[in-house]
């Protein structure tokens, strides 16, 4: 009887410590160096399953102006284009996640593999991240208008 049960109790201890199934392999040759608001951000590399969801974290030290340097970490959803092109986060996602300023850092890309688990590609990123001038959200401001049929005059802004 002790022997039926040591087999049972090897397979459900096989079984619990089963790591998590991980492959590297994607190539990930060059994420954007700049992410502005209403762009989203362009990965590039090899080996993307076209059409599928998948995560794009960026992680390491953001630089701010005028700030103390940060650690930072955010996760984004990202769709595979084609097997070389995935489009990742909004300029504006980025900034409301990190903030403005030059991230250094890591880009990690994963995908849900076929077989379960995932396949994921690494690269080392300086990603400038940019937050919306006034400028661009005033201009933002007239398109919008624009599309309502409304016309903003510069008396009518006080200038």
């Known amino acids: 009887m002790a022997r039926v049960r040591r087999p049972a109790l090897f397979a459900v201890m096989l079984l619990a410590c089963r790591p998590a199934l991980e492959a590297e392999l994607l190539e990930l040759a060059a994420v954007d160096e700049s992410a502005r608001p209403g762009a989203a951000l362009r990965v590039l590399g090899e080996g ?15 630089h701010t102006p005028g700030e103390v340097p940060r650690s930072v970490r955010a996760r984004f959803p990202l769709r595979a284009e084609t097997t070389r092109l995935a489009y990742g986060p909004d300029g504006r996602e980025l900034a409301a996640a990190l903030g403005g300023g030059t991230l250094h850092g890591e880009a990690v890309l994963r995908f849900p593999a076929a077989a379960g688990g995932h396949v994921t590609g690494h690269r080392a990123v ?23 049929g409304l016309r903003v005059d510069a008396a009518a802004e006080g200038g």
Do not use: K, M
């Not at 993307?48 to 030290?61: D, I």
């Not at 300086?126 to 309502?148: F, K, N």
């Open 126 to 148: 300086e990603l400038h991240v940019h937050r919306a001038t006034p400028w661009q959200s005033e201009r933002r401001g007239h398109e919008d208008a624009a599309a309502l």
């Open 48 to 62: 993307f399953p076209p059409g599928a969801n998948g995560s794009l974290t960026l992680e390491g030290t953001l």
